[in-house]
């Protein structure tokens, strides 16, 4: 059968027309029709603590020749305006509500011989892929500690094909490392839900479809610590702003 002929047979599109259909029912029924986002920015008052030069990396003899200059490690990303990026951002005390196992996969990159993004977050159950962009060796070796979380540690070849894991407990900051460059790092947030987000260059950040309530919103940074606030949720989008200080960091 020719394939205008199958896309002309009245009984296939109607099958397609209805699986299209079931999925978008079934995304509409699972927020509720008065859901709202929880948005805002992310601050850093103070001078953040001086990034270190990563000098291991720049005299290694293939990592070393894809940089011009030295390069930084990144933990505070202090930008314009005090704007603070690579915060954690999560509603606090909810299990059980993963929608991980449907959501499109967290996609961590090995590029220039470090990961990226450094910071990231995804829901239990939900694939995380681990790509390898350079001309290099890496191995991907995660370090969780928290009981049902599985270690994997697996060698990957440049430019060789994805590696696929998942966790299936919460758990922050779970290490991504790389035992051949051992500045390589990465942490991923894991949820039970789907409310969190992690804050962009700009400090901003959004959590998408809150059903109404009143909840403990935690804002994380590896380095810098936590914050918590009270929020309402209502029918209406709400602003919620943290403020970390210099203090904040050990």
């Not at 001078?47 to 200059?69: F, H, M, S, V, W």
């Not at 939900?126 to 060796?137: E, F, G, T």
């Not at 051992?182 to 901003?204: E, K, L, N, R, T």
Request: net charge neutral; proline share 8%.
């Amino acid at each position: 059968m020719s394939v205008r002929s199958i896309f002309s047979t009245p009984s296939i599109w109607q099958r397609l027309i209805g699986m299209v259909a079931a999925i978008a029912l079934q995304a509409t029924m699972s927020i509720p029709a008065n859901a709202a986002d929880i948005y805002g920015t992310i601050f850093y008052q103070g001078t953040p603590p001086a990034e270190i030069p990563i000098t291991p990396l720049k005299n290694d003899p293939n990592c070393g020749r894809l940089y011009k200059d030295m390069p930084t490690s990144h933990f505070y990303r202090v930008g314009a305006d005090h704007r603070f990026g690579d915060v954690v951002v999560a509603l606090l005390g909810i299990t059980g509500k993963s929608t991980g196992a449907r959501m499109a996969p967290l996609i961590i990159d090995q590029r220039g011989c470090q990961y990226t993004p450094y910071i990231a977050a995804c829901q239990t159950g939900q694939k995380i892929i681990v790509r390898n962009s350079d001309p290099v060796m890496h191995n991907v070796h995660t370090t969780p500690t928290v009981p049902g979380n599985k270690e994997f540690n697996v060698v990957q070849m440049p430019h060789s094909p994805d590696v696929t894991l998942q966790f299936n407990e919460p758990e922050n900051f779970l290490r991504f490392k790389c035992d051949v460059h051992p500045w390589m790092f990465a942490y991923v947030s894991v949820f039970d839900h789907p409310w969190f987000s992690v804050s962009a260059s700009d400090g901003a950040y959004r959590i998408h479809d809150v059903p109404p309530g009143r909840y403990t919103v935690i804002a994380m940074h590896r380095k810098a610590g936590s914050l918590k606030k009270t929020v309402d949720v209502t029918k209406e989008d709400v602003q919620l702003d943290f403020t970390f200080t210099g203090g904040n960091h050990a």
